[in-house]
């Protein structure tokens, strides 16, 4: 294997395998603060930080130089150093590196202890992803201290703990390496379209690769099992599927009830003939008066730290935000955007997926908010994607604000806008002094909001 293995690589092929094709066929450039982005990382100086507050003695991995990384990682093993941050562990072609070693008790080579791997992740639940990644961990360290950990270990931002029995995620990161490995020998994986291949810097390759296989998979929300299902009756591409009448498919194909082939099948029909399917008519409050919300979180350090806000009223709509230009002041902007939401009791409060929803309960929580403010937000809140997936059927295999908004005439003012942008462009703020990446997010949001308005306006003309 002329590659490194190493527990990106189960992260890529949990979220695409035709990921780990195209890095094995044409590299790509690493980008370390996008990786971290990508895996729900935190940044270092956050995961010292949570460290030292665990009040443990941390040794740290400081070459780069894997080499000499694993030189000095096996040195901090051997005099039996608590905690080891930023390890490296080699073993062939194999390159383990979780974000730190714990040691514990029991017997290895290295004496009465051995170590265990835990990986620092800004979730608060333990991904499937995490564990083959933790099963990774276990493997090379079992090759290196002769005692292979039972247990895998997840922190969260908080500093919170969290185990999982590595032999529970066993069989399937036994199938996820055969899988990787044999992708990397060369062969090809079927295609699967999802959300998460959205993640991948081959994201329009692989998008292009599904529809010029007509792979059934370009289906909005259509499971794995249920693809397979569908294969094994016959139906193996989309046109074949749209082009069947549901009742002729529902008695071949075991498993899925009537009424999710129908919609299955009117998704498939709407993507094969490129037209919208307006399934009941749209049901909003009035929004001549209302609120549109979208809230910019840096998922690096854990802060929420934009809320913008687009204030309706009738045919106008003025774009306010209430911005943390340091995360240390999250609390700040926090608390003026809820002095700001009490003086629109009654008015809707649009938003755009469930995040803020979350973000919402979350910040009321770590900062001890009016309940009395939290009821008005999650009753008076809109979640305009929840309505249009009830009512209107897209040609389109994604959902999203962006994918809507942009099918239905909507242009955001940089090509490059997205959520993940505007994470790099906050740090390059916060690290560079860049007045102009600062303007760039609040204009992402400003659009976001925007975008949200113009769908929910395109919506409301709809009827049936």
């Known amino acids: 294997m002329s590659v490194h293995f190493t527990k990106h690589s189960f992260y890529r092929y949990a979220k695409c395998p035709s990921w780990i094709a195209h890095d094995a066929r044409h590299g790509h450039p690493e980008d370390a603060l996008r990786i971290r ?13 949570l460290l030292q507050k665990r009040g443990t003695v941390v040794a740290e991995v400081t070459v780069d130089d894997l ?40 017997a290895s080579n290295f004496g009465d202890y051995y170590y265990v791997a835990c990986d620092i992740k800004r979730s608060r639940a ?3 992803e995490y564990k083959l990644q933790g099963c990774f961990y276990a493997d090379v360290l079992e090759m290196i201290q002769k005692t292979k950990p039972v247990q895998g270990y997840v922190m969260n931002s908080k500093g919170e703990i969290q185990s999982y029995i590595l ?36 994201f329009s390759a692989c998008k292009a690769d599904t529809v ?55 998704q498939a029909r709407s993507l094969f003939t490129g037209q919208v399917t307006v399934v009941r008519s749209p049901l909003f409050p009035p929004s001549q008066q209302c609120i549109v919300i979208d809230v910019e979180s840096d998922p690096l350090r854990d802060a929420d730290y934009l809320f913008g806000v687009l204030i309706v009223e009738g045919d106008k709509a ?33 938003h755009y997926g469930w995040s803020e929803q979350d973000i919402f309960r979350r910040l009321g929580e770590k900062y001890g908010t009016d309940k009395e403010v939290l009821s008005m937000l999650e009753d008076q809140g809109v979640d305009l994607l929840v309505r249009l997936r009830d009512s209107v059927i897209f040609p389109l295999s994604f959902y999203s604000l962006k994918d809507i908004a ?59």
Not at 441 to 452: F, G, I, K, P
């Open 37 to 49: 982005l990508q895996e729900d990382g935190l940044l270092p100086e956050v995961e010292r930080s």
């Open 67 to 106: 080499d000499e990384g694993m030189k000095q990682t096996l040195a901090y093993m051997h005099e039996g150093v608590q905690t080891i941050y930023r390890p490296v562990l080699m073993l062939d072609a194999s390159v383990a590196r979780p974000d730190f070693l714990e040691r514990v008790q029991g």
């Open 126 to 128: 333990v991904k499937p």
């Open 167 to 202: 032999a529970d995620a066993e069989v399937e990161y036994r199938l996820s390496k055969d899988a990787i490995l044999r992708i990397l020998d060369g062969e090809e994986e079927p295609h699967f379209l999802t959300s998460d291949c959205k993640q991948s810097p081959w």
């Open 212 to 266: 010029s296989c007509d792979d059934i998979s370009r289906v909005n929300r259509i499971w794995r099992s249920e693809v397979d299902a569908l294969c094994d009756a016959g139906f193996v591409t989309l046109t074949a599927f749209a082009q069947t009448h549901p009742d002729l498919i529902f008695g071949k194909v075991p498993g899925i009830t009537r009424e999710r082939i129908t919609f299955l099948h009117m």
């Open 318 to 350: 003025e774009y306010k935000e209430f911005l943390a230009k340091d995360p240390k002041d999250e609390r700040k902007a926090w608390e003026e955007f809820v002095a700001f939401i009490r003086s629109y009791v009654g008015y809707p409060l649009y």
């Open 406 to 464: 942009q099918y239905l005439g909507f242009s955001w003012r940089r090509d490059d806008a997205s959520g993940l942008n505007s994470v790099l462009w906050y740090e390059r703020w916060l690290t560079q002094n860049d007045e102009s990446a600062l303007k760039d997010v609040v204009m992402y949001n400003e659009d976001d909001v925007r975008a949200t308005l113009h769908v929910l306006r395109w919506a409301e003309k709809q009827r049936v």
